[in-house]
């Protein structure tokens, strides 16, 4: 499922969910927006990749060795960055 059908589906949920514990919505539903555009290990995450797959001679384990690391910097920076813009409270 592309990044943006699963936020679609997800984000709803999150934010009722959010309402119902009592933290800032717009926080949840920016941690969804932002976790659903972490798609960088796989070539799947996005239309491009799989068109330059081939051409570009590219393999499945190149999008693993560039996609795992990026992915691990953006969640931490995400972690931290987050609450500082859309506090929980």
């Given at each position: 499922?592309?990044?943006?059908?699963?936020?679609?589906?997800?984000?709803?949920?999150?934010?009722?969910?959010?309402?119902?514990?009592?933290?800032?919505?717009?926080?949840?539903?920016?941690?969804?927006?932002?976790?659903?555009?972490?798609a960088?290990?796989?070539?799947?995450?996005?239309?491009?990749?799989?068109?330059?797959?081939?051409?570009?001679?590219?393999?499945?384990?190149?999008?693993?060795?560039?996609?795992?690391p990026?992915?691990?910097?953006?969640?931490?920076?995400?972690?931290?960055?987050?609450?500082?813009f859309?506090?929980?409270?």
């Open positions: 499922m592309k990044g943006a059908a699963v936020s679609a589906v997800v984000a709803p949920i999150a934010i009722t969910a959010a309402q119902q514990i009592g933290v800032d919505p717009r926080a949840i539903a920016m941690g969804v927006a932002l976790a659903t555009s972490l960088f290990i796989t070539p799947l995450g996005h239309p491009v990749n799989i068109l330059m797959i081939g051409p570009a001679g590219y393999r499945f384990r190149d999008f693993f060795k560039v996609g795992l990026l992915t691990i910097i953006l969640f931490v920076v995400i972690l931290v960055v987050l609450p500082v859309w506090p929980l409270r």
